[in-house]
């Protein structure tokens, strides 16, 4: 059975650090496109950093580059997304997702998303 399961969201003061876990369970992440995404209250859904070919290829939205840095551990077989100099507008669910087609057939999932608050 497929299961991504997000973790290590929380409250934090701007300026601080984050790391975001997603365990999977089913399948083997370096053989997927993987992404963290958030949603902010009122705001559409947004890539935030995305991985692939086992990490050689990573791509960050503008917003949080340079802050930012998105990581797997295949022996844990997770990904990471370790944050950096919050800002209060870093204020979302994140949402772990992964991504391939294997010919015709397009494989999609879902984390169940992890609230991240950075507050004063």
């Known amino acids: 059975q497929v299961r991504l399961v997000e973790s290590g969201g929380g409250l934090v003061q701007p300026g601080g650090s984050l790391t975001l876990s997603c365990a999977a369970s089913g399948f083997t992440v370096s053989t997927y496109l993987m992404t963290w995404y958030r949603r902010a209250p009122g705001k559409e859904r947004e890539l935030v950093a995305s991985?692939?070919?086992?990490?050689?290829?990573?791509n960050y939205a503008d917003s949080v580059k340079d802050r930012f840095t998105i990581s797997g551990d295949n022996d844990k077989n997770t990904l990471y997304l370790h944050m950096n100099s919050l800002k209060p507008e870093d204020t979302a669910v994140y949402y772990c997702?992964?991504?391939?087609?294997?010919?015709?057939?397009?494989?999609?999932?879902w984390g169940q998303g992890t609230q991240v608050t950075v507050s004063a």
């Open positions: 991985i692939s070919g086992a990490g050689a290829s990573t």
């Open positions: 997702n992964a991504y391939r087609y294997r010919g015709f057939t397009k494989f999609d999932y």
